[in-house]
């Protein structure tokens, strides 16, 4: 009844306030904007009902059946009904009908070589044409696709790129995932990521196949893309070779299990921001992350995000958002506003019913991935793998077993932030004990068991930097990790300077607090995880300057850039400069983690280098 009472308020007619128009005007009117409006109000209530019945059928599949019961053989044929339905769904209404004939459900498993044989055909005639070295690497893999729309995508990205840049290296391979298979194009030439962008959005152009979809220069390489359900992200850096890289699924055959599916290994200490307008489809798509193993957080629009954000002190491994939220800010700047917030490119994905081009091209401008309503469980969480492992940096930290006796203490006054991590601490294997403040955290610890201490640094009652005087005096080596969401510069060094083995700052990630634990508990298992970390701060203090370690002190002193300047007779911007410097070179990415470094050192060490040398503007 509710998707009913919408659809009928989205498909009526929108008239100029006021009077209504003319009679003889009306039949014209209905046959132009208004009817077009109306068409893709439908459609999105349509996208919206259709994501909520692929949600569920997801949520079946996840539960274990017996595959000789009949209600295997019921839910197999309800899968394979809604993946053909939401294939319809797959082109927008603007698209050139002969496009509508050819959908996902089609798609087949076949091997990329063959893929690389065809596109070698089409592309090296120009490339020898214009003198670019042309680089095909060989590939084994199989994946599930249309054939000749991957083949179009990619020769048309290849044959834009040898237009745009004369004289420059194009190399095409595979790089093997859990799931699926990111094929790369690698290109120099480039000038910058805009540059690379509107190679991205130029028409298809694919001569060698003109039956391919159609009229040709309809769709660009990104839109194409998209409509074959594959990924298209865009990476560039100054000085380095241009990579474009298209995710597609892996072949089914070889991925896909008959039974239940079976989440990340590392989904659980992942934390999802689901932001969503209508609330069924919100609790849906938390309770489909869920059973792939995600922690997810769930609000309506960008100001309860921003707002939750405030509030909870953690940061998002990634935001999945729908485009059109309130009118004040949409998806993509929301996710513009938290990579500002968090100075991180926080991996993000637009799931929206929204099919216009303006959006497509916005969300790629903002280095987003895009999925149009409806999309499978399974498509939804091949997009994630792709987007958290395209922004992973290194190997996830392992858990240490609860055989070892590892128990981390979280001390707290925030009762929802300590749920959370008791939830994804133990899923790792952690046991976890919570306190409220320290006087409770006291009462509960025996000072005998080997763990952590995870506690906040300016808590009601006795202090961060108190406890830690306490444990310390009584000759308690208990490593502790300090968090706060409003700590100074001189805060951080005192709590460095008290024996913290981190100072963590809200909001946090989970993984920035795993990897700390981890990192903790090494280092009190053994002795030599702090000589290693104090040659290797050595060695990032000794890449400095004499000038760059006298700020990096006077920063730690907690002395803002102003005063610097004119402590030091230089301008500002030199301190600035300077302060940026210091960061890169020490590759500290935080305050915190540059009085870590230079405590790590050694007092010592830091003053020697700060005083053994004259020192230069």
């Keep these: 009844m509710h998707v009913n009472q919408s659809m009928s308020e989205d498909a009526l007619p929108h008239t100029v306030s006021g009077s209504a128009p003319p009679a003889a005007q009306q039949p014209l009117a209905l046959k132009t904007t208004p009817s077009v409006e109306r068409l893709r109000g439908i459609d999105q209530t349509l996208r919206q009902t259709a994501q909520l019945v692929s949600l569920i059928t997801g949520q079946l599949e996840a539960n274990e059946l017996n595959p000789a019961t009949p209600a295997q053989g019921l839910l197999e044929q309800l899968d394979a009904t809604v993946e053909h339905l939401l294939s319809r769904f797959n082109t927008p209404l603007d698209l050139p009908s002969s496009l509508t004939e050819r959908d996902r459900h089609d798609a087949v498993d076949f091997p990329v070589q063959t893929l690389f044989k065809a596109l070698a055909q089409d592309c090296l005639p120009l490339a020898v044409a214009r003198r670019i070295k042309l680089r095909i690497v060989p590939c084994s ?18 044959y834009n790129l040898m ?42 152009h694919a001569p060698f196949l003109p039956d391919a979809y159609g009229r040709a220069g309809a769709l660009s390489t990104y839109e194409l893309s998209a409509m074959l359900g594959a990924q298209l992200q865009v990476r560039y850096a100054p000085g380095k070779a241009t990579l474009i890289s298209i995710s597609v699924p892996s072949a089914r055959s070889s991925v896909r299990p008959k039974t239940a599916i079976k989440p990340p290994i590392t989904a659980s200490h992942r934390l999802l921001l689901v932001v969503e307008p209508q609330a069924l489809l919100r609790e849906m798509l938390c309770c489909g992350l869920g059973s792939l193993g995600y922690q997810t957080a769930a609000v309506s629009d960008g100001a309860a995000a921003l707002a939750w954000l405030a509030r909870s002190g953690l940061q998002p491994d990634l935001v999945l958002t729908e485009h059109a939220l309130a009118p004040a800010m949409d998806g993509v700047q929301l996710v513009q506003r938290l990579r500002d917030q968090f100075n991180r490119t926080t991996p993000a994905i637009v799931l929206t019913a929204d099919t216009q081009r303006q959006v497509a091209h916005a969300v790629l401008a903002a280095d987003c991935m895009l999925l149009r309503k409806p999309v499978s469980l399974n498509t939804l969480r091949a997009t994630l793998g792709t987007a958290l492992s395209a922004a992973a940096t290194g190997h996830s930290p392992g858990a240490l077993p609860v055989s070892s006796g590892a128990v981390i203490y979280l001390v707290d006054e925030d009762e929802a932030l300590r749920n959370n991590l008791r939830r994804v601490l133990e899923a790792q294997g952690y046991p976890v004990r919570d306190a409220a403040g320290a006087e409770q955290f006291f009462e509960r610890y025996p000072g005998d068991q080997r763990g952590c201490l995870v506690i906040e640094a300016r808590p009601s009652g006795i202090s961060g930097l108190e406890v830690v005087g306490r444990l310390r005096a009584r000759g308690d080596e208990l490593p502790i990790i300090m968090i706060s969401g409003n700590s100074r510069v001189a805060d951080v060094v005192d709590a460095m300077k008290a024996g913290v083995c981190d100072f963590i700052e809200k909001p946090f990630r989970y993984q920035q607090l795993l990897t700390s634990l981890t990192n903790a508990l090494a280092n009190q298992a053994d002795t030599q995880g702090f000589k290693a970390l104090r040659q290797a701060a050595i060695d990032h203090i000794s890449h400095l300057t004499p000038r760059q370690r006298q700020i990096m002190e006077m920063v730690l002193d907690g002395h803002p850039s102003k005063n610097i300047a004119f402590e030091l007779g230089i301008s500002q911007r030199t301190v600035e400069k300077h302060r940026a410097s210091i960061m890169s070179r020490t590759e500290a990415k935080s305050i915190p983690e540059l009085a870590r470094i230079a405590l790590a050192a050694g007092e010592k060490a830091l003053s020697a280098a700060v005083h053994g040398k004259g020192l230069t503007p």
């Design 141 to 158: 893999a199989w994946v599930r696709s249309l054939p000749e729309g991957l083949r179009q995508v990619l020769s048309s990205l290849m």
């Design 163 to 204: 237009h745009a840049n004369r004289n420059s290296r194009l190399t095409l391979g595979a790089r093997r995932h859990r799931q699926w298979l990111s094929l790369e194009l690698w290109c120099s030439g480039c000038e910058s990521r805009e540059a690379a962008l509107r190679i991205v959005s130029m028409p298809v």
